[in-house]
């Protein structure tokens, strides 16, 4: 990577939060020659998940998904934001882990690697603090203090936008000890025998269930006891992140077509029989040692988790690093307060980036972030901020996030609510692309039109 020339004099710009977007956002501001205050409040203030004071601290799974820039949407914004010089992405390359056709990653040297890279940017002033409010002689300001906004922060935000913030639920999967798993009922294979950027093929643990165990853990999931809730989580979950349970309720064999599908794996255990569903669990750090259950977000109460969990074949022993949580998520109405550059409206010294515009995941919270530095930078330096096109993968997020929706919060149920990358979200092809080539070629449109985005300059800037 190689940096632009340094115009003179430039006021910093303001970024406020260091996790995903606030990283990505600093960093993209230096690399355009400007200089940018970082502030994050971690360590002296935390969140309520994050554990360190690390910069793009990954609060929940290890795995930024699939790396497929040919056949899925978030593959190709992992190939879009490398082109664009993205330092969430090199750190992540340089981090990963075996998990099948998923890019996965060790958290702790993938924070470390870049926290080291803020720190070492001459360009990027860290200070940790607490922002509560952005002062009036800041005239560029990026707010990225994610979903777990600090309470002081998100009342002077309501304030200023003069909308009620919304609330949904994510929630946290239990991380399991491998060695308390049965190996002589389990097995490792990535479904469909799937390398990925960092695998083997077989880089899951999965434990097979018969239709009986199947009905017996329905069961259990249906009758456990859950968390109660609480007034302020008295809104509907974001169906990306269902808990196992509500998935349940939704119907008996709704965890078979989800994160319990039997498909692409063949138990060599018993290679005649086809299990009626399998549960998959994926490597959480670098040593191997401890395995999260892919998709099993929960809000059963511990004690139920443990023995509900526990009656998974393979599981009967487990030994629970974590157990599965919920948390709440905090997003403006932004189609209706921002502006195409991500900027308030009614006050466009204030940019807002990350999840806390309405985008969701890490990766897609790092791509809002890597735009808003794009777009702040670029500004500060009197240029015109460029939009990506709405064919890239960059620009289908922005699009949902500023333009996606008409209606507002209070009309209704179908009020703006967070999404992750799909290909729902890019413009269709032109007629007579068969569907089996539909997701190639719209990753194919994307690439091309990047590049021609990019320009040479750009292209230059970004390597
Ligand atoms: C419990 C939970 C589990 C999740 N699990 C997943 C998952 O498995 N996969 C996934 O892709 N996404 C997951 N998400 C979503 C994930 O948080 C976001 O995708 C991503 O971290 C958002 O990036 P961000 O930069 O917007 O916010 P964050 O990464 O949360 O960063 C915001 C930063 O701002 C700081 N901050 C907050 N207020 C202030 C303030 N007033 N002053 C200074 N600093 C402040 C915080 O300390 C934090 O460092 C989860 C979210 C939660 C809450």
Known sequence: ????????HLKPIHVVGGGLSGSEA????????????????????????????????????????????????????????????SLVMHAADAHKLPAGGALAVDRE???????????????????????????????????????LTSPALADAIRALTGETALAFFDAIAPIVHRES?????????????????????????????????????????????????????ATPYFDGCLPIEVMAERGRETLRHGPMKPFGLTDPHRPAVKPYAVAQLRQDNKLGTLFNMVGFQTKLKHGEQVRIFRMIPGLAKAEFARLGGLHRNTFLNSPKLLDETLRLKSMPRLRFSGQITGCEGYVESAAIGLLAGRFAAAERRGERPRLPPPTTAHGALIGHITGGHIETIDAGPRSFQPMNINFGLFPSLASGVARS?????????ALADLEAWLGKAALHAAE
């Open 1 to 8: 990577m190689t940096h632009l020339q340094r115009p003179d």
């Open 109 to 147: 040297g993938f924070a470390a690697a870049i926290t080291a890279a803020l720190e070492d940017e001459p360009r990027i002033d860290i200070r940790r603090e607490e922002i509560l409010e952005p002062p009036p002689d800041w005239d560029s300001v990026i707010i990225a203090t994610g979903p």
């Open 181 to 233: 798993i049965d190996c002589d009922v389990t097995w490792f294979q990535s479904r469909y025998d799937k390398a990925g950027p960092a695998g083997s093929g077989a880089d899951y643990i999965n434990c097979p269930l018969t239709r009986g165990q199947y009905e017996a853990f329905i069961d259990a999931l249906l009758a456990g006891e859950k968390i109660a809730f609480h007034d302020f989580e």
């Open 26 to 85: 600093a960093w993209q501001i230096a690399r355009r020659g400007v200089p940018a205050v970082l502030h994050e409040m971690r360590p002296d203030r935390s969140t309520a998940v994050h554990k360190s004071g690390q910069f793009a601290e990954l609060v929940c799974s290890n795995s930024l998904r699939s790396d497929d820039a040919e056949g899925s949407a978030i593959g190709l914004l992992h190939a879009e934001m490398r082109r664009l010089g």
């Open 437 to 445: 080539a539909k997701k190639p070629a719209i990753c194919a449109r």
